[in-house]
């Protein structure tokens, strides 16, 4: 079921998807168990509720269990709209399958291919309705080349809820579902530069880039000295749950180090998370890594004698004041920390960080920084580390 069942299926994907359908008054256990059958040696994932997920003959498979309900409006779980997509687009793609298809190679290939949340691009599903509301494989990237965030399509003229997503596409069996919830905001206009960059210049490697071989010791010393930035990174055990889990727990995370860095006066350039094998690992660049001793702590306005009586009463052994400046009570103190490493070592204990990273954490955690990241020799993460560097897309 799913692309496959529809003729468009991108060669060289060795992801299966089979669904066990049930009946809605069935229980999925059963279904869940005759996939245990099939697959013996298999991991059992939770998404809505539980799957299956195996190596078979080389291809990654997920057995699904699902309700076979008789009519989208009485979907008993998300997985259940399979079926009625499979039917709605295969009575209707005849004839477009190679344009999907070019489509679909076309958004793998710049990087906007995938709707789980580690990527937040587009589905497969979501770009079939594209061919359909667009016509073909050009038309779409004509289309796409001038989006706007808000754009909505409505195949079936029938949207019943109104959406906030960048990219607003009616599920037409489900007038209630936006189809591009999980694309976002950066993922679809980077589809839109690179339509218009391939629109203005065609070329083949739009569809098929060069990979992009993992960083040498050599080339990331060199980036490190031509940057001049201090790398900071965050590596522990990854935990054992599915990536559309894990990577909004990561984001979170990202995101809680960098307000924690940059509240304390240190200065980041950019940030960045990943997993590779077993571990997950978060880098931060930072402009401004190191700061002095004193600092400057600004109060209240000096006429407000109980906010300023608190705020003194807050700051009691400064090295320099109080004094006043531009009529607000200043004191200097000596900072808890002046390293942005220390920081993040003592301190990231008392973030919340999403319950299954901190129980990693916890557990035992790597800070590197600078060349400290030449010690990790680990492919995936020279890979993630080269993709760093290498920030250049095709924007048009």
């Not at 779409?140 to 195949?155: E, F, H, K, N, T």
Request: charged content about 25%.
């Amino acid at each position: 079921m799913g692309s496959a069942a529809r003729g468009t299926w991108l060669s060289g994907d060795h992801d299966l998807d089979i669904f066990l359908g049930v009946p809605p008054e069935g229980d999925l256990g059963a279904a869940l168990e005759i996939a245990r059958l099939v697959a013996p040696h298999h991991e059992e994932k939770y998404a809505e509720h539980a799957y299956i997920h195996a190596r078979m003959d080389g291809f990654e498979v997920d057995l699904v269990p699902c309700y076979l309900v008789d009519d989208a409006s009485h979907l008993k779980s998300a997985v259940d709209r399979t079926p009625f997509h499979t039917k709605y687009v295969s009575i209707r793609i005849n004839g477009k399958e190679d344009d999907v298809l070019l489509l679909k190679q076309f958004m793998k290939g710049v990087n906007v291919y995938g709707s789980e949340l580690k990527t937040g691009g587009f589905s497969g599903y979501l770009t079939e309705l594209l061919v359909l509301c667009y016509g073909s494989f050009a038309a779409v990237l004509r289309a796409a080349s001038i989006w706007r965030p808000g754009q909505c399509l409505d195949l079936e003229g029938h949207a019943a809820v109104r959406h906030d997503e960048p990219l607003n596409v009616v599920d037409p069996v489900d007038p209630r579902r936006n189809v591009a919830a999980a694309l976002t905001l950066d993922k679809m206009l980077q589809f839109a530069g690179a339509a218009r960059s391939f629109l203005a210049e065609p070329k083949l490697d739009f569809f098929f880039p060069p990979l992009q071989p993992p960083l040498s010791d050599e080339e990331l010393t060199a980036q490190v000295i031509a940057r001049g930035t201090m790398l900071i990174l965050l590596e522990f055990a990854a935990p054992d749950v599915v990536e559309d889990v894990l990577y909004p727990q990561l984001r979170k995370a990202e995101g809680s180090i960098k307000a924690l860095l940059e509240r304390s006066g240190f200065l980041m350039l950019r940030s960045d998370v990943s997993t590779y094998r077993d571990r997950a690992v978060m880098l931060f660049e930072m402009q401004v890594w190191q700061l002095s001793k004193a600092c400057r702590r600004i109060g209240p306005p000096a006429w407000g004698v109980e906010h300023a009586a608190r705020f003194l009463a807050a700051h009691p052994h400064p090295l320099s004041g109080p004094y006043i400046a531009d009529g607000k009570i200043v004191v200097e103190e000596t900072r808890p920390y002046t390293s942005a490493r220390d920081l993040l070592y003592h301190e990231i204990a008392n973030l919340s960080l999403g319950k299954h990273l901190c129980a990693s954490i916890r557990e035992g955690h790597n800070i590197y920084v600078g060349q400290e990241l030449l010690g990790i020799k680990d492919e995936g993460f020279r890979i993630f580390l080269a993709h760093y560097f290498n920030a250049n897309l095709r924007i048009g």
